[in-house]
Each structure stands twice: as C-alpha cells, then as structure tokens.
C-alpha cells in the first residue's frame, strides 16, 4: 500500500480537545498533568505494534523557537490498541507498551509547561511494522528505529499558553 494512501486510513483524535484547539489546564504543569485521552482507528493491515511522540517545536518561546521539546514517548503499543484513557501515563498503558525518555530525563507524560507563549503540542501516532523491544528510547532513538517501518502516521496538534498570575 502506498504510503499517501495508508497516512488517509489512521486519524488521531482527543475527546478532551480539537485538532489545533487549546489542551485543558488539566493535562498540564497548572493542573493535574495527567495525560490527555486519545483515540484512532483501526491501523493498516500488517501492523506489529503503535508508537506515539508528544513534542513541542516553539520551545522555548514560539517568538524565537530554539529546539523541540519532547514531552511524552511511548512504543509498542498494541496493534490491537485504539485508545489511550485519560491518565494512561500513570499505569494505564496496555499490556506490552514502554514508555521512552522525555526531555526532563524521565519516563511517562510530562504536560505543557510553556515558559512564554502560546506552544504547539504535536501529537503523532505511527503504525510499525514490528515491535521494537527495546527499553527506555528516547524521541530520537525511537526515530532512528523506526526508519523504513512506518506504515501509516496520524498527527493531533494541540496548544497552550500559561495563564498569567
């Protein structure tokens, strides 16, 4: 299948917020920075397992972005898997998924925190054609080893902006 053909078939949604519509303080460093809830559909056929990387590229001032910022890294999710509950981060992963690094040098969610700005969240699911097996990657260990096996992609984007005090 081609690739144009297959990113058409996974769509990645939120019930907690739209595509490009602002995350709730909830899933954030002001609220309870629990994980957000997610949704897609069923993968292409021939997919072995998941993987989904929550960065930011405004970091750390959208005005004069120096770097992406990575938040949350997860893999080998279950190819069978077509949701993530609220607060899944917190042990509510399915059976089989690792948690990667993010850019605070942990494992699991870390939620927007922008510094200045309102920031970009880009949410992106891949669908593999293998398992990774492998422990704690982080966002660019995970890229590299995903080279030449996405079979389709599905990006959400959400945004923040600290409320002012």
Partial sequence: MPLAAALAALALHSSAFADHGAIPARYTCEGDDVSPPLEW???PAGTQSL???VDDPDAPDPAAP???WVHWVVYDLPATATSLAE???R???PAGARDGKNDWG???WGGPCPPIGRHRYFFKLYALDRALERDSLTKAELEKAIEGHVLAR???VGTYEKVPH
């Fill in 66 to 68: 120096r770097r992406t």
């Fill in 154 to 156: 599905a990006e959400l």
């Fill in 87 to 89: 607060g899944a981060a």
């Fill in 106 to 108: 942990r494992r699991g």
């Fill in 91 to 93: 042990g509510g992963l």
């Fill in 51 to 53: 993987a989904l990387v």
């Fill in 41 to 43: 559909g069923a993968p």
